[in-house]
């Protein structure tokens, strides 16, 4: 098992512009899950993909989005970039939803 | 409703000593409660998880005590090591549409002594 790998590790963008951040699910996972952790916080839930269909979201605007491919990989796109979206954004992959997750090691974004 | 609670804050413990993280829900809708360890530059890590018709689950020296009457669960670490120093997550699962969402306390920052 190779786990859930994000790139890119760190990236730093400017207020307005768009992101794009990506995830390569655990061999064998199909739903994956994107999460926010603000510094000092817990992450909070912005949206799962299972078979390529969003099929959740947390309370998160319509310029976070995202994709899941065939293979389950999945994207997180945000677009119009505000200072408060500077967090560690965590990708999550499951075979089974109920029991939880496995989580890669993050993207940091900073937005300035 | 959708809060998770969690104290304390930060937590110093000696080595070989009891850590106690305790959480509070509200939500009686949430169905499975599992915490998660996170150290600094990496992602949260399931380590023990708990059903709500179990009041307590042991792995190891990590012990989920669960108080469905009062919504409160917590983790406590036995014998806690130097290499146990991490941020602790308690969170709660729960499904939203077709979705599992996973709400999460807002962490703490355990230091073990040597």
């Known amino acids: 098992e190779t786990g859930v790998t994000q790139s890119p590790t760190h990236l730093i963008k400017t207020r307005g512009q768009q992101v794009t951040l990506r995830c390569s699910s655990q061999?064998?996972?199909?739903?994956v899950s994107w999460y926010q952790q603000a510094l000092g916080q817990g992450p909070q839930f912005i949206f799962q993909?299972?078979?390529?269909?969003?099929?959740g979201r947390g309370n998160f605007p319509p310029r976070f989005s995202g994709l899941q491919f065939p293979n389950y990989s999945s994207e997180l796109n945000v677009n119009a970039l505000e200072l408060d979206d500077s967090a560690l954004y965590l990708c999550?992959?499951?075979?089974?939803?109920?029991?939880?997750?496995?989580f890669g090691s993050g993207t940091r974004l900073t937005v300035v | 409703q959708q809060q998770v609670k969690q104290s304390p804050q930060s937590l110093i413990v000696q080595k070989g000593g009891i850590s106690i993280i305790n959480c509070a829900y509200e939500?009686?809708?949430?169905?499975?409660f599992p915490w998660y360890q996170q150290f600094p530059g990496k992602g949260p890590a399931l380590l023990i998880a708990i059903r709500p018709d179990v009041s307590e689950k042991k792995e190891g020296r990590f012990t989920i005590s669960f108080n469905k009457s009062a919504k409160q669960f917590s983790l406590h670490i036995m014998d806690s090591q130097p290499g146990d120093s991490a941020t602790y997550f308690c969170?709660?699962?729960?499904?939203?549409?077709?979705?599992?969402?996973?709400?999460f306390g807002s962490g703490t920052q355990l230091t073990v002594l040597p």
């Open positions: 061999s064998g996972h199909n739903t």
């Open positions: 993909y299972y078979r390529e269909e969003e099929n």
């Open positions: 969170a709660a699962s729960i499904t939203s549409g077709s979705a599992r969402q996973l709400t």
């Open positions: 999550a992959s499951t075979k089974d939803a109920f029991y939880g997750y496995t």
């Open positions: 939500n009686t809708a949430f169905d499975y």
